[in-house]
């Protein structure tokens, strides 16, 4: 299991449009092969820095099935046109639980 990290910067005035988008978006990650769920988190010193983390059975499940597939093109649709640069996406795995 990987964790999908991905740091998103969103243009000023456009918070609450992406927010909607992501709502709009989920159906897309609830059924992608692989998909263990998602959610979305905003910054509390930036409210215009995102962090979207999606569990993810694997890492191509996520770089070779969604983002070849016409769902990532939807969200890419629904999201990106309120992104402020590219976003910054990682893939981590637990190496430690704590409690």
């Given at each position: 299991?990987?964790?999908e990290s991905a740091e998103l910067l969103i243009k000023e005035g456009m918070?609450?449009?992406f927010e909607a988008g992501v709502r709009q978006a989920t159906p897309l990650f609830?059924?992608?092969?692989?998909?263990?769920?998602?959610?979305?988190?905003?910054?509390v010193e930036n409210p215009r820095a995102y962090r979207l983390l999606v569990r993810w059975e694997t890492v191509e499940d996520h770089n070779v099935h969604?983002?070849?597939s016409?769902?990532?093109q939807e969200w890419r649709r629904l999201v990106g046109h309120c992104f402020d640069g590219?976003?910054?996406v990682s893939h981590l795995e637990?190496?430690?639980e704590g409690f």
């Open positions: 299991m990987v964790l918070e609450a449009e609830q059924r992608a092969r692989g998909c263990h769920g998602m959610w979305l988190e905003r910054g969604f983002r070849g016409e769902d990532f590219a976003p910054s637990t190496v430690l």
